[in-house]
């Protein structure tokens, strides 16, 4: 029996490099051999943009199309939407009673997003809604509705992870062995720093490259990306583990990668040139999942049945799990005894 795999992504924005070489390629190689489900986490993304739902629906939308471009095959992975699954929503609400409020706000990753919350909006008590601090219930019914045994996280989703296995272990004890506890599964590729030279790629810092961008938009911001500060000459000697432009050659594997390294460190090669060079290698490493892009862009009708048919696929395999979970928690009423 192939093992199976759940992962999920919130539809916030579109992928950039870091997720491709954090996530997505781990992704392109668990396609082949596990029973995998790869979610587009729009209930909870709502937990955090419940004021724009329009941001929302047109990431789903964006995100469908960039993890299709990216590579994911839908007939290799059960690629569905969260909202079409019901059974989720049940199982959260089943799962709330397994989780103190206690344990809630103890949960790292919760404690820093209320941090980074207060930070922005001030009065902790009001901006933190009982969605928000219960997402990581709602997660791991997200995990368990397909019995998710292996789960490809970053680092910093760790603490979800660890609770829910905590409901799991619970839900079984008071139930009756039910469920799976999951474990997770780190990718090997670390953070993918940010062009600003930033430990980490990010949308809100906007130093960012994404899939979707554009010939011009690949100019602009490499031209703009941090080298050695020290390097002042065109001919200068400089130092490569200090510049971005570097960095990214490395990122997308430029065959020329060792000259590039001593033409930098022996000051033969001027910034200008070696972005330049970048920038047509980090084109011809888009270009052909801006093609698919741009295909599917052209044939939205086929991304929207593409994720009917994941989450058709998704929801039959929750449907058998609340089946039994409601049946461990006498709330089958298949007869009245
Ligand atoms: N919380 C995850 C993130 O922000 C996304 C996610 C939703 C997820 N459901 C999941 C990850 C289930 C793993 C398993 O990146």
Known sequence: MKKTILTGIRPTGNLHLGHYFGACQNWLKLQEDYDFYLEIADVQALTDNFDHPEKVRKNV?????????????????????????????????????????????????????????KALFGNEGESVTYGFVGYPVSQAAD???????????????????????????????????????????????????????????????GNAIYLSDDEKTIHDKIMNAITDPNKIKKDDPANPDICMVYYY????????????????????????????????????????????????????????EILEKGSKEAREKAKEVVKEVKEKMQIDYENFD
């Open 249 to 304: 050659h490395k990122l997308i594997k430029n065959e020329n990668i060792h000259t590039v390294c001593e033409e930098c460190k022996n000051g033969t090669r001027g910034c200008v040139q070696c972005k330049k060079e970048l920038i047509e290698k980090m084109n011809e490493f888009l270009e052909p999942i801006r093609e698919k892009r741009s295909y599917y862009l052209e044939h939205s009708e086929e991304v929207k």
């Open 143 to 205: 995990i368990t509705a397909f019995r998710g045994e292996w789960i490809p996280v970053g680092e910093d989703q760790l603490p979800l992870i660890e609770q829910c296995r905590e409901i799991v272990r619970k839900f079984n004890h008071i139930y009756g062995k039910t469920l799976l506890e999951p474990e997770p599964l780190l990718s090997e590729t670390p953070r993918i720093k940010g062009l600003d030279g930033s430990e980490k790629m990010g949308k809100s810092l």
């Open 61 to 117: 939308k964006e995100i469908t199309i960039d993890i299709l471009s990216a590579g994911i095959d839908p007939n290799k992975v059960h690629l569905f939407l969260q909202s079409k699954i019901p059974e989720i929503a049940e199982l959260t609400v089943f799962y709330s009673n397994l989780v103190t409020i206690a344990r809630l706000y103890r949960n790292p990753t919760v404690k820093t997003e209320i941090a980074q919350k």
